[in-house]
C-alpha cells in the first residue's frame, strides 16, 4: 500500500532512523520530512524505499516527494574517445559524452551512463566540443592522501569531506598553468569557507605564493598573496546561490600565464577576474579548503582536469544584472582578446575549429573519433577534438517552429541533475538493478545508471499539468 507521508514521522518516531550503511541515498519530501535508505523499486503507483527506520520496505506515492538525493560518487562520468561534446537541448538541459554521428536530423552520443543515446536534432540548441581533458584528480575516496591542519579535524563519509573541527584539509595536485576545479559544497546555515589554489605550502598558514577564493553569506572575492603582499582581484556580490540553497556546485577556470579567472555556480557564470600582473612562476602545486565545524561544511565530487583556456561566452562581461559582479577595481587592464573571440565571420554559419578557424561547410560524417567536413573546395577529415562548435541551424531556421522543438511536458517527468552539473529531463518509467528506465520526446527510451546523478527531482511543473 501507499504509506501517507504523515505515516513517516510516527514511523521514524517508533523507530528510530540510523544513517545506515555508506551510499545510503535521502529521500525528501515537499513539507520538509526526509528518511534516509535506498531506491529499491519504481512503477506508475510510486516508489519503493528501504531504509533502517521502517521495519519492511514501504511504497510511497509520487505527488508529495520533492527529491532524491544520491551520495557523492568520485568516478567521472565520460567515455573513452579523443573529446568531449556537450549537448545543450531546447528545454535547457545539458549532457556531455562523445559524438558518434550527426545527421540532418540526429545526434548520436556516446555516453557511460547509458550508451548511445540517439537524440533528435530538432530538439538540440547547441553543440560544444572540447578537447579530453587530462584528468589531474579525482575524489575524494580516501583521506590518508589529504593533510590536516589538526588532527581529525575533517573526516571522510559518503566520499564527502565534512569539516569537524574549524581546520584546513588540502593535498598536492601537482603544478598546473591551467586548470578547470570543480567540486560539490553543502553547508547548513550559509556559504562561510575558503579555498586555496596554487598555495606554495602544504600548511595555507605558512603559504607565501597562492590564490585564496573566499565564500561567505552573499559575498565570494579573489585574492592573490605574495611574499610581500597580499592583494584582492575580483569580488561578486548578491550570490543569490549562497542563501537560495544548502548545497551547490562550483566551477573555477584558472589560467596562470594570463591571470584569467572565472567563477561558475551550478552551471551559472557569476565573474570573470583579470589579474593584472601574473607570475605563474611562483605558485605552487598544492590546494587547501578551510571551514568553520559549526556550518556542516561538507566537499564533494572533486574534478580536477586541465583545461585548454578556452571560455563559453564573452569574457569579461559586465553580470551586475544578474547577480554577479558588485563593482569594477579601477586601473585594471582589461585581457588582450584571444584570436577565437576576435570579431570576424558569423559564428552562426559554418564550423568552428578549436583555433579559432571558421569553415564554410558541413559535416558528412562522424566515426571512430574523427569527422569528415565537406566544403565548396573539397573533403577533409580531422580528429572531432578539433572542432569547437558547429551551426545546428541558420537564424532563419532557428526561427522556424517547424524546424526548433522543445519536447512536451509531462506529470511523470523528473530532473535527473549529473554529478558534472549537467541535467537530464525524463519521465521515469521504472528502477532495475542500479538503473533508472527513462523515456523522452528527445532520445526514446533509455537505462541510466543510477550512481551517475547527484539527484532525481520530481513534481518539477506547476500543479494542474496534463497527463499529456
Given at each position: 500500500m501507499n504509506l501517507p507521508v504523515s505515516a513517516l514521522l510516527a514511523a521514524l518516531i517508533l523507530v528510530a532512523p540510523a544513517r545506515g550503511k555508506d551510499g545510503d541515498m535521502t529521500l525528501l519530501f515537499t513539507n520538509g520530512d526526509l528518511v534516509r535508505g535506498d531506491l529499491a523499486a519504481f512503477d506508475e503507483s510510486g516508489l519503493v524505499w528501504e531504509s533502517d527506520a521502517f521495519t519492511a520496505p514501504q511504497r510511497f506515492r509520487v505527488d508529495p516527494v520533492s527529491r532524491i538525493e544520491v551520495p557523492p560518487s568520485p568516478g567521472?562520468?565520460?567515455?573513452?574517445?579523443?573529446?568531449?561534446?556537450?549537448?545543450?537541448?531546447t528545454n535547457g538541459d545539458k549532457l556531455r559524452g562523445c559524438l558518434t554521428e550527426v545527421t540532418d536530423d540526429k545526434?548520436?552520443?556516446q555516453t557511460s551512463y547509458a550508451g548511445e543515446l540517439i537524440l533528435r536534432r530538432d530538439m538540440v540548441d547547441a553543440l560544444k566540443i572540447e578537447s579530453r581533458p587530462e584528468v589531474i584528480y579525482l575524489g575524494p575516496s580516501e583521506l590518508g592522501t589529504w593533510t590536516q591542519s589538526i588532527k581529525d579535524g575533517w573526516s571522510l563519509e559518503d566520499n564527502a569531506l565534512v569539516c569537524k573541527r574549524g581546520s584546513s584539509i588540502g593535498r598536492e595536485i601537482g603544478r598546473h598553468d591551467r586548470i578547470r576545479f570543480a567540486f560539490d559544497v553543502s553547508w547548513q546555515e550559509n556559504a562561510r569557507f575558503r579555498l586555496f589554489l596554487h598555495a606554495d605550502s602544504e600548511n595555507p598558514d605558512d603559504m607565501k605564493n597562492g590564490y585564496e577564493l573566499v565564500c561567505q553569506s552573499q559575498y565570494a572575492y579573489l585574492r592573490k598573496k605574495t611574499a610581500n603582499d597580499s592583494s584582492t582581484i575580483g569580488s561578486s556580490g548578491g550570490i543569490r546561490e549562497f542563501t537560495e540553497r544548502d548545497k551547490i556546485r562550483f566551477e573555477i577556470l584558472q589560467d596562470l600565464t594570463t591571470g584569467r579567472f572565472r567563477l561558475m555556480i551550478d552551471g551559472r557564470i557569476i565573474d570573470d577576474w583579470q589579474?593584472?600582473?601574473p607570475d605563474p612562476a611562483k605558485m605552487g602545486s598544492f590546494i587547501h579548503f578551510l571551514a568553520d565545524h559549526s556550518n556542516g561544511t561538507r566537499i564533494s565530487r572533486i574534478a580536477i582536469t586541465s583545461w585548454d583556456g578556452v571560455v563559453d561566452g564573452e569574457w569579461g562581461q559586465d553580470r551586475r544584472n544578474f547577480g554577479g559582479r558588485m563593482f569594477q577595481f579601477q586601473n585594471m587592464d582589461e585581457p588582450e582578446p584571444d584570436e577565437s573571440e576576435a570579431s570576424g565571420p558569423d559564428e552562426s554559419q559554418g564550423i568552428k575549429l578549436r583555433n579559432g578557424d571558421l569553415v564554410d561547410g558541413e559535416i558528412v560524417e562522424i566515426a571512430d573519433g574523427m569527422v569528415r567536413l565537406k566544403t565548396s573546395f573539397n573533403e577533409f577529415e580531422l580528429p572531432v577534438s578539433r572542432l569547437r562548435s558547429f551551426a545546428l541551424r541558420t537564424a532563419e531556421e532557428a526561427a522556424n517552429p517547424e524546424l526548433r522543438w522543445e519536447p512536451i511536458r509531462r506529470k511523470g517527468d523528473i530532473r535527473a541533475s549529473f554529478?558534472?552539473?549537467?541535467?537530464l529531463t525524463f519521465q521515469l518509467v521504472g528502477f532495475e538493478d542500479g538503473h533508472l528506465i527513462g523515456r523522452s520526446q528527445t532520445f526514446g527510451e533509455a537505462r541510466f545508471d543510477l550512481g551517475v546523478f547527484s539527484s532525481l527531482e520530481?513534481?518539477?511543473?506547476p500543479r494542474g499539468l496534463p497527463e499529456g
Open positions: 567521472f562520468n565520460l567515455p573513452e574517445g579523443n573529446h568531449i561534446a556537450e549537448v545543450t537541448l545526434i548520436g552520443l589579474e593584472a600582473a554529478t558534472d552539473g549537467g541535467r520530481f513534481n518539477i511543473y
